[in-house]
């Protein structure tokens, strides 16, 4: 294919918004589209690219009051820090938060760094892709029959953060859901439930900010390949519009226990796509 058209990338920006928070893995769909569309993924990696960022637009909308905090609370550290206080991380719950997010965030960076080259080879990998769809499932169905926690801000240990952040790292395999594998991890380490889904959320941020870095060098060297301006703004904002109908829906969905409607889901795309990687 020699350019992307106005419906596959609203189609491509539609799934990216919705798969991204939506524990179903937005790299896994956005893999299975290009090869089913035909389109070359280095040829418009700078959409791709784009998409994330649309993607994080939405999450800045519904966490804008936490994310404004947060800021201000780093200001309030680096003050400390300056006039020999030191960090006093439990100061208060925001900042607590804040040195939670950046703990989770660490192992999912060197994750990322370490074994970048493999995941990429894995997006061309249709196999691959449908075991991570099938390992989705089953972390979802045992999300979804563990007991609540109670777990917050004060409650949450450093460990925990780590153990969230190596599932988000896990989870830069294509196949297995951010979100999903998150969520996991929260819950697995005895999180509230609305809080597992904000601390999913908020980690998602620095995570998708530092693929984006990641990946703009290279995307802005290739230019617009395969993709033009109008169909590349049109599934931009379909991502994030997508992408904020998701987080709304997915905080309802794991506060009433429902998530294994994903994991019958995430089952049957990934046998699929399994037996159609054998056969093919």
């Known amino acids: 294919m020699e350019t992307l058209s106005y419906l596959q990338a609203i189609i491509l920006g539609l799934v990216q918004g919705l798969a991204e928070f ?44 936490d994310i404004v905090d947060l800021l201000k609370e780093l200001c309030c550290v680096i ?76 409650e949450m240990k450093f460990s925990n953060a780590i153990f969230v952040g190596v599932m988000q790292g896990i989870a830069i395999t294509p196949g297995v859901s951010r979100s999903g594998s998150t969520l996991f991890g929260g819950l697995m380490s005895g999180l509230e439930r609305a809080f597992a889904v904000k601390f999913a959320f908020l980690i998602s941020i620095p995570s998708i900010l530092g693929s984006f870095l990641l990946e703009l060098p290279e995307a802005i060297h290739g230019g617009m390949g395969g993709a033009s301006i109008g169909p590349v703004i049109a599934g931009v904002v379909v991502s994030a519009v997508s992408g904020l109908i998701a987080i709304k829906v997915m905080i309802k969905l794991v506060t009433d226990k429902h998530l294994s409607v994903f994991s019958f889901y995430t089952w049957g795309l990934g046998a699929l796509v399994v037996i159609y990687a054998v056969l093919h």
């Open 22 to 65: 939506l524990p179903i893995s937005s790299s896994g769909h956005l893999a299975l589209l290009q090869h089913f569309f035909g389109v070359n993924a280095d040829s418009v990696l700078i959409f791709t690219v784009l998409l994330h960022m649309g993607t994080l637009v939405s999450v800045f909308i519904v966490y804008w009051r």
């Open 79 to 154: 003050y400390d820090v300056c006039h020999g206080r030191g960090l006093r991380i439990n100061h208060n719950p925001t900042r607590r938060l804040g040195f939670l997010i950046i703990v989770a965030s660490i192992p999912t960076a060197i994750i990322g760094l370490l074994f970048n080259d493999t995941f990429e080879s894995f997006y061309s990998n249709l196999l691959a892709i449908g075991i991570g769809l099938i390992f989705t499932g089953t972390i979802l169905w045992i999300a979804d029959r563990m007991a609540s926690g109670d777990k917050h801000i004060r």
